[in-house]
Each structure stands twice: as structure tokens, then as C-alpha cells.
């Protein structure tokens, strides 16, 4: 195979990738342990290359008590054996290039694990330099927490070492100190840290609460508590104003941008930017700094056309600034399943999957979710089997994000489904009776899995020649349309219908349908010409992608053969 990751048209590989989240606990077992590992994802390489995607996100592998499930690392320079070996990870990374799939590690630099060398020595001599490589302080004056900070998972912020009698910070979970970013040596580790990564070959990182590394200096009360998100119904203190987002975080993204530029490669970053409002996640992305922030407005917009089409042309005037693409996400491992926001079940999975099909027709960068391609829904974990800390930290009070975390049905042979041979999965295996298994969605023209691997495919195929603009079609209400050109004369045009009921819609020119969320409107049916112009009838809650030559240069070009 020819250097198969390479980028196209002149552009790095990451400006429009379709970057596809493995949540490697879920994903495929190889040791019959319950629990998914780097050997069960290599096992799996031609299924994620046949998806058609670019690049994988690992979720973290390193050792980790797993109190946040690998968000909580002892050690960022080795594996879990939870997960496999260093040479297992290697073995991947090169099989995945093998396959023209590149590989984006998580790192997690806004806290480690109380397990890690550095809080260990911090707690046993509060006089050692690693102590003030977190944030340790003494109590307020009426002995309580110093400030009014609330975990992200429920709860202070603060937890007590009863042996000095100073508090601790942990926007996370109290097994998750954060890192003191004003300490050099903090500084110092991470760049250590990023170059061993590097080094071995990865192509890119995503950052973990990118947009936390700094707190206020003077860590002030908060003004108020922080909102619930919609989408994100598990996460408090989301926009506790003096937690996140502070000038200097981006000092060191502008430092990590130079050693990342030092590779050859386009190595690239991604950014957990968890803001909502987007030009602060923006700021975080351009030719200096972060590569790409993930931008999950979209996920928390509604399924309707007008308020879709708002949010999209926000993100679309956002992000091309300075070079930075934008990114679009409906669901990850920390949010609600989008077929179960949309409403679940049959409808659910309809919105979804218009969704999804107008996200992939923008120009930028999809982030899908390991198992929506299946049309997974979140899944009913039992209470007694729920294990998120957010669970736990809010003694059973918010169900937390173990819903999406469920492994992937291969096959539809209970009770592994193909994920494991154990008969104990760490969470139970998603049921075959809501959503299909890959094997049966496989055999399936009709499938979700086929509607993902029809438009992955074409989008693969128009982009090379497909330049950035997107111009906005005049549609009837509950519907939006747009179209992207390339210098060729082909056009594509994407339209959505948010209602339930079909409309049609005009079109500049004659075209055809190439993709279709629902298969009523069969790929290949024709755009017909109406009294004044061309019209499709798209059906409800429906999106369909066309594809048109321009007459005129059809016309050019037969001239030219005569
Ligand atoms: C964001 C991650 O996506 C989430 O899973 C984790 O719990 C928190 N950051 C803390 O690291």
C-alpha cells in the first residue's frame, strides 16, 4: 500500500478527517477478561477501515486505578495491563497505519491519579516540591473547604488530607488531583510526556479538559454554581467562571504547537474545549496553538432545521479562523446517546441518522462515537451495575454516563455478542433486540451501518476536489439546504427535513440523489423539473445528499470533443 495516511489536495490530513472514538473498555475483548484491550482493536483494524474512516481516538490506556475509567493516570508512560503492553500498543499503531488509519491518543494533563509518584510523595511530605505541583491550601476560616468550588462530578471540589490539615483541588473525581499549571516542573513532565508519544509514532493527541489547565490565581469563589448541560445532564459547575477557560491556558498549547510542529507528519491536536460559547472554544484552535477543539453546540441544538442552521453557520464563521477547522460531535463516551436524545427508538434513530448525514456533508472534521454507526441507543444499565464515578460521588443521585459506555455487539450470540468470551463483561453487553450487531447490520443494505459506510464513502471520495464554502439554499420552514461546489463542476447539495411530514424543496438545477437517510427516496432518484425550477420531495425527518454537473460546463466540455 502506497503511504495510505497521507493528506489530500495539499491539505493536512486532520482539516476535514472523519475521526472515529474507540472507547477501548467496550470495544473488542481479545483475553476473554470482560474488558476490551489494544490486541481486541487491532483484531478489528479491517472493520474500522472498511467504516471508511480516517483516524481512531483511543480513549486512555495508561496505568490507572480506573476510578475514572483510564481518566485518572498513575503512570503516562506505560500501558495497563488492563489493556495490554507497550509492544501491544506499537503493534497497533502499526497496523493501523498498515490499513490507512491513523491513531490520536487521550491525554489527560489537568490532573493525574492520586496513585501517580508525583501526590503520593505530595501527601506523605507536605514540604516536597511534588506538594505544590497540585493545589493544596489551607481551610477557610471556619475550618471548611477554602473556596465554594463544586466537583464536575457532585460535591466539593475540595477534598481534606487529614494528616496536614490542608484541602486539595479536584474539579474531578477526589482520586483526581489537578495539576498546579503555574509550577514549571508541571511544564517540564508534559512536554517529557508528549515527545514519548511522539516518539513512538502517534498522530495526534486528544486533550483531555483542555480548556482547565490554569484556575484563577487567587482560586475565587465562584458566582454562582454552574449549569446542567444539555446532553451532558451528569456534568455540574460546567461554567463555574473561575475554574476554566483562563488566559493563560492557551500559553501552553502555543508551546505544545511547536513540538508537535517539529514532527514530521502533521501530528495534530483535538481539545476538550467543554465551553458553549463558541468563540471562547474557537480561540483555543489556530495556526499557533490547538489544531482543532471539539465543538458541541450541535449536540446540545435541538433536531430542528432552523436552530441546526444557526449553530452550523456559528461554527462555520468560528472555526475557519487561522486555520483551524471546525469539528462536529453528537456523541461521545461522557454524553447521551443521540438516537436516545432524539427521542429513542424507531424516530429516534431517524433523526439521528439525518443528523449525522448533514454533519458528514460540512466541510471539517466528524467525530463519530463507536457503536452509532450501529444506531445504538443508551443503554438501561442496572443501578447495581453502574460503576461511573458520578454515580458513585452522587450516592446513586445521577445516573451517570455508564448508558453510553456499553460494549459493542459483534455478533448477536448472547451473552458476550462477540465482545468478550466472558460471561461477566465490566458492563453488560448492548442487547441485539434494539439495535442490530455488526454482523447483522452487515448483511443489511438497508442498515444503519451501511446508511454510515454509504456516506463516509462518498464524502471520502467528492473531498479531494471539494473546497470549504458552503452556500445556503432558500428552503421551506423546518427544512435547511446547502451546497458545496468542486472545481470540476460537480455540486453537492445537502438538504434536511426536521418535520414529520415530506417537503418539497427546489433546486437550483437538475440533480440526483446519491445518499439518502432514509431508503424511501431511493439513491438515484432525480431531482424533477417543477413549474419554475427543479424540486425534490424530501421526506420527513430525512436527509438526502445530490449531486448535480453544471450544465454549462457540461456544455463547455462536449464543445471541446466535437
Ligand atoms: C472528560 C472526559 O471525557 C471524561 O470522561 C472524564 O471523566 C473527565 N474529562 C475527567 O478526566
Partial sequence: MTNAVTGHSGRPWWHDAVVYQVYLRSFADSNGDGLGDLAGVRSRLPYLASLGVDALWLNPFYLSPQKDHGYDVADYYEVDPLFGTLEDFDALLADAH????????????????????????????????????????????????????????????????????????????????????????????????????LDRGVDGFRIDVAHGLYKDAELRDNPEAGRLVPGAPAYESINAKHNWDQPETIEVFRRWRQITDSYAGDRMMVGEVFLFDLGRVASYAGADRLHQAFNFMVMATPFEAAALRDVIEK??????????????????????????????????????????????????????????????????VPPEARQDPIWVRSGGTIEGRDGCRTPIPWTDEPPGYGFTTSATPWLPVEDTAKAGSVAAEEADPASTLAFYRRAIGIRREARPSLGDEVEWLATPAGTLGFTRSAADGTTYTCLLNTTTRAVPVRLPGEATVVLSSELSVPEGARALPGTDNFAIAVPGETCLWLRSVDPDRFVRDAAQHD
Wanted: charged share 20%; hydrophobic share 35%; proline share 7%.
Fill in 98 to 197: 498498515a490499513h490507512g488509519l491513523r491513531i490520536i491518543c487521550d491525554v489527560v494533563p489537568n490532573h493525574s491519579s492520586s496513585e501517580h509518584e508525583w501526590f503520593k510523595r505530595a501527601l506523605a511530605d507536605p514540604m516536597s516540591d511534588e506538594r505544590s505541583r497540585y493545589i493544596f491550601r489551607p481551610p477557610a476560616a471556619d475550618g471548611g473547604p477554602p473556596n465554594n468550588w463544586r466537583s464536575v462530578f457532585s460535591g466539593p471540589a475540595w477534598t481534606l488530607d487529614e494528616a496536614s490539615g490542608e484541602y486539595y483541588l479536584h474539579l474531578f473525581d477526589a482520586s483526581q488531583p489537578d495539576f498546579n499549571w503555574r509550577h514549571s516542573e508541571v511544564h517540564a513532565e508534559w512536554e517529557r510526556i508528549l515527545r514519548f508519544w
Fill in 315 to 380: 461554527a462555520l464563521g468560528a472555526f475557519t479562523v487561522d486555520g483551524a477547522g471546525p469539528t462536529w460531535v453528537l456523541s461521545n463516551h461522557d454524553l447521551v446517546r443521540h438516537v436516545t436524545r432524539y427521542g429513542g427508538g424507531d424516530a429516534g434513530l431517524r433523526r439521528a441518522k439525518a443528523a449525522t448525514g448533514t454533519l458528514l456533508a460540512l466541510p471539517g472534521s466528524p467525530y463519530l462515537y463507536q457503536g452509532e454507526e450501529l444506531g445504538l441507543e443508551q443503554a438501561d
